[in-house]
């Protein structure tokens, strides 16, 4: 009886565990990040290493999109009380190919790019240039502030079909650790 019951546990954690996307999702690596001051306030560029799967690579060779979200925060630690988020953005991307033009389309809001392939394509969607994360209103405290990147495929919203094959398959996957580090104030 107790072989049955502990053959029927490992059985439901080997079930588990097979749900389990963040075990087994594909790595973006944030190279490099940088935050410097304009004139509406800071900006950041960062510079992302990720190959699609094939199957992704099929997917929107399919014409069905893919969303990324780049995420960003800013938060100052106080010992008397929960981390103060001085900023969070997030920016949201869509990767697209059009079957009658023959182009992908990598597009951010209002603002689209054509590409005469999907490496010209991910080329730039590795690249984020001048997004202002923190608004120059921004009042800086006299400390050091704590900043998190990451990027990630947004499998929530792919179609219904490719969510339930999502949830898994270790191919439609792709994301990276938050990428952590040091933003001093300001002068």
Not at 86 to 92: D, E
Not at 98 to 109: D, E, F, I, T, V
């Amino acid at each position: 009886m107790r072989r049955v019951a502990l053959l029927t546990l490992v059985a439901g954690l080997a079930t588990l565990l097979s749900f389990a996307p963040a075990a087994l999702a594909d790595e973006i690596e944030v190279r490099e990040v940088a935050l410097r001051r304009v004139d509406d306030g800071l900006a950041l560029d960062a510079d992302f290493a990720f190959e699609l799967t094939p199957r992704l690579a099929d997917v929107v060779a399919n014409g069905v999109p893919l969303y990324f979200t780049v995420e960003f925060e800013l938060k100052r630690r106080r010992w008397y009380w929960f981390d103060e988020t001085a900023a969070a953005r997030r920016l949201h991307l869509r990767l697209s190919y059009h079957a009658l033009s023959r182009q992908y389309r990598l597009s951010s809001g209002l603002l689209q790019q054509s590409f005469a392939s999907l490496e010209e394509a991910l080329n730039v969607l590795k690249r984020v240039r001048n997004w202002v994360v923190v608004d120059r209103n921004l009042r800086f405290a006299n400390a050091d502030y704590d900043a998190a990147l990451r990027m990630r495929l947004d499998t929530a919203l792919l179609p219904k079909p490719f969510q339930l094959s999502a949830l898994t398959g270790r191919d439609l996957h792709l994301e990276s650790p938050w990428k952590r580090f040091i933003v001093r104030p300001p002068i």
